[in-house]
């Protein structure tokens, strides 16, 4: 089956501990990208990635880092989670990160940071 | 720079009668737009696009949109509400960066759809 996963669904972690969510697809798709969502907000991008080894900045990058090193993974990485990173995060893939081509999300990542 | 205007973060329809979700974007070059749908605690479901062919995009289960330059909406309908349509639904404009070749993908704030018995 064609899908995005992502683990953990649910985290609750302390404030500086670093964590690291996980994201893969089956579906060979070049483009990757994270997002978090926050009510009122909508979903915001926090980065994105062309293809492997080349990852970008989306609108909310600050305290997060990313790395694309295989093409089906793209792990979002916390170095040093705040409160303010409580959030839903998603994961998304598409074919070559072309305007017109349909993203498929993952199921999300619920953090809480304490 | 490309945006997405929801103009309503909440819609109540009775079941039976018209939805419409309404929204607006702006963009420099030729967009392509999108309605996702996301259930309580569930992901996001892609209900339709529009990539520059016909103007009237039909989806899935029975919502179509018609793509307005003039107007710059995308407006989302469907004639008859039924109580499994009540979600949160987002407009997204894809953001080309002409200059790379890579794109961005723009959300609305989403508008989430109540249905009445």
């Known amino acids: 089956e064609a899908q995005v996963t992502q683990n953990p669904r649910y985290l609750i972690t302390v404030t500086g501990k670093k964590l690291t969510v996980t994201c893969s697809q089956n579906m060979n798709h070049e483009y990757m990208s994270w997002y978090r969502q926050d009510p009122g907000l909508g979903l915001r991008q926090i980065y994105y990635?062309?293809?492997?080894?080349?990852?970008d900045k989306g609108d909310v990058p600050e305290g997060y880092k990313v790395s694309r090193k295989e093409k089906r993974n793209f792990p979002l990485i916390l170095e040093s989670p705040s409160p303010n990173q409580t959030s839903l995060y998603f994961c998304?893939?598409?074919?070559?990160?072309?305007?017109?081509?349909?993203?498929?999300f993952g199921p999300g990542t619920r953090l809480t940071v304490l | 720079a490309q945006s997405v205007t929801q103009l309503d973060s909440h819609v109540s329809v009775s079941e039976g009668t018209p939805v419409l979700l309404r929204c607006n974007y702006s963009s420099s070059y030729s967009p392509s737009l999108f309605w996702y749908v996301q259930h309580p605690n569930k992901g996001l479901q892609l209900l339709l696009k529009?990539?520059?062919?016909?103007?009237l995009v039909k989806g899935i289960n029975g919502f179509e949109a018609e793509f307005k330059k003039s107007e710059t909406s995308f407006h989302l309908t469907k004639p008859s509400a039924h109580m499994s349509d009540a979600a949160e639904y987002f407009c997204?404009?894809?953001?080309?960066?002409?200059?790379?070749?890579?794109?961005?993908?723009?959300f609305g704030t989403g508008t989430r759809l109540k249905v009445l018995a």
């Open positions: 529009y990539t520059s062919a016909a103007t």
């Open positions: 997204v404009v894809s953001d080309p960066f002409a200059t790379s070749g890579t794109y961005k993908y723009i």
């Open positions: 998304a893939s598409s074919n070559r990160g072309q305007g017109g081509n349909e993203q498929f």
């Open positions: 990635s062309m293809n492997v080894e080349v990852t």
